[in-house]
Antibody, heavy 119, light 116 residues
């Protein structure tokens, strides 16, 4: 069974930093491209970042470019998101999400971890 | 980047059928769209991908045959037949584009489906 379990969320002040983690199991993690997608309270989904299976390619949404860094450790079956210079508008549930092998469809999502940016 | 437009709400009676619509902005009629179901307090669940030729690839794990898709022009449709209580969810559509250094994923605002 595919499982994606996020951790690392919490309350942080504006300008602060936070590192999210995603533990993957039930599939060959090193073969799949991965993403972070977020959802502000009561709002729709917003794609944040993408990383290819071998970490060769990384993409970011304009709203987080230069502040967030995506990475992965295939030996540990883990995905990360380093978030710096956090703003109020970064408050959201952050989901770890897997692309299926054939295209960029996201075929599995985690349950999410809540990040609250507030003073 | 395309803009994806979804009606904010829809409703249907138990056992009836409903069709949800996701409309791509002008100029993006060749784009495929993914449908996701999100139950309250849960992460999204992949339903299936749709283009103008219909479903692309396989449905998501555990998605019943009651769910089907169709694509026409700028519209991508998700039809649910014989609606059950567990179908009450938010339904999101998303579209992606990856070419060279240009990559993005965009989502619609979501449609909240209420089962009456």
């Amino acid at each position: 069974e595919v499982q994606l379990v996020e951790s690392g969320g919490g309350l942080v002040q504006p300008g602060g930093s936070l590192r999210l983690s995603c533990a993957a199991s039930g599939f060959t993690f090193s073969s799949y491209n991965m993403n972070w997608v977020r959802q502000a309270p009561g709002k729709g989904l917003e794609w944040v970042s993408y990383i290819s299976s071998s970490s060769t390619t990384k993409y970011y949404a304009d709203s987080v470019k230069g502040r967030f860094t995506i990475s992965r450790d295939n030996a540990k079956n883990s995905l990360y998101l380093q978030m710096n210079s956090l703003r109020d508008e970064d408050t959201a549930v952050y989901y770890c999400a897997r692309n299926r092998l054939t295209d960029y469809s996201i075929d599995y999502w985690g349950q999410g971890t809540l990040v609250t940016v507030s003073s | 980047q395309p803009v994806l437009t979804q009606p904010p709400s829809a409703s249907a009676s138990l056992g009836a059928s409903v069709t949800l619509t996701c409309t791509l902005s002008s100029g993006y009629s060749n784009y495929k769209v993914d449908w996701y179901q999100q139950r309250p307090g849960k992460g999204p669940r992949f339903v299936m991908r749709v283009g103008t030729g219909g479903i692309v690839g396989s449905k998501g794990d555990g998605i019943p045959d009651r769910f089907s898709v169709l694509g026409s022009g700028l519209n991508r449709y998700l039809t649910i037949k014989n609606i059950q209580e567990e179908d009450e969810s938010d339904y999101h559509c998303g579209a992606d584009h990856g070419s060279g250094n240009n990559f993005y994923v965009v989502f619609g605002g979501g449609t909240k489906l209420t089962v009456l």
